[in-house]
């Protein structure tokens, strides 16, 4: 069965301060990984996945396969990234499939 | 470019009464999915449509629940006899072609049943 779990429903940090928001997933194939982000008063987003091996507005997040994990991480908070992030899943060996969705973390920027 | 669109943006509706929430997906877009996110969760997968058939209906949660997409690309997500337990915010996404492309989300449309 395919879960995300995503540990912190709430992570309050100061301005400056480093990120790091943690999923982990259970999926017996290969799995495609991804954060989505929604910003207050605006619709569900992508934020990056892991495939792109990307950095957006300033976030990475490496896929380790062996912890099974997907952590979403910034050095510099700022106030603008004060949001709902959420981990995804989707099984790339498995054709096309729905994303799985973790319940989420609220990240509040405290200035 | 518009991106997904869904109406009504807010239903409020009694209990045991049918409705119809619709999705128009971005032009183009052959896959389109519907979620539905229940307070203080992430959304969950109800349904997948690859043009105007449904690949995967594995997450309706029973058969009050249908959903049709006749010409690959408007959907409508019907409930019938809705209960207070269907009362959560649907969401409708949108990709362009394999289900692991980037999936573009509606607004959602908030189902309160009374």
């Known amino acids: 069965a395919q879960r995300v779990t995503q540990p912190e429903k709430l992570l309050s940090v100061f301005k400056g301060a480093p990120v790091e928001l943690k999923c982990n997933y259970s999926?017996?194939?290969?799995?495609?990984l991804f954060w989505y982000v929604q910003y207050s008063r605006q619709r569900l987003q992508l934020l990056l996945r892991?495939?792109s091996r990307e950095s957006i507005k300033g976030f990475t997040a490496d896929l380790n396969k062996g912890e099974t994990s997907f952590h979403l991480k910034k050095p510099f908070a700022q106030e603008e990234d004060s949001a709902m992030y959420y981990c995804?899943?989707?099984?790339?060996?498995?054709?096309?499939?729905?994303?799985?969705f973790g319940k989420g973390t609220r990240l509040s920027v405290i200035a | 470019g518009a991106g997904v669109s869904q109406t009504p943006s807010n239903k409020v509706t009694e209990k045991g009464k049918y409705v119809e929430l619709r999705c128009d997906p971005i032009?183009?877009?052959?896959?389109l999915y519907w979620y539905r996110q229940s307070l203080g969760q992430g959304p969950e997968f109800l349904i997948y449509?690859?043009?105007?058939?449904?690949?995967?209906d594995s997450g309706l949660p029973n058969d009050r629940f249908f959903a049709v997409r006749p010409e690959g690309s408007v959907s409508t997500l019907k409930i019938q006899r809705t209960e207070r337990g269907d009362s959560a915010v649907y969401l409708c996404?949108?990709?362009?072609?394999?289900?692991?492309?980037?999936?573009?989300f509606g607004p959602g449309t908030r189902l309160t049943v009374t």
């Open positions: 449509f690859q043009g105007t058939g449904a690949a995967d």
């Open positions: 892991h495939i």
């Open positions: 032009s183009g877009h052959t896959a």
């Open positions: 996404a949108s990709s362009s072609f394999r289900g692991s492309d980037e999936q573009y």
């Open positions: 995804a899943l989707s099984g790339r060996d498995s054709g096309n499939t729905p994303l799985v």
């Open positions: 999926y017996s194939g290969s799995p495609e």
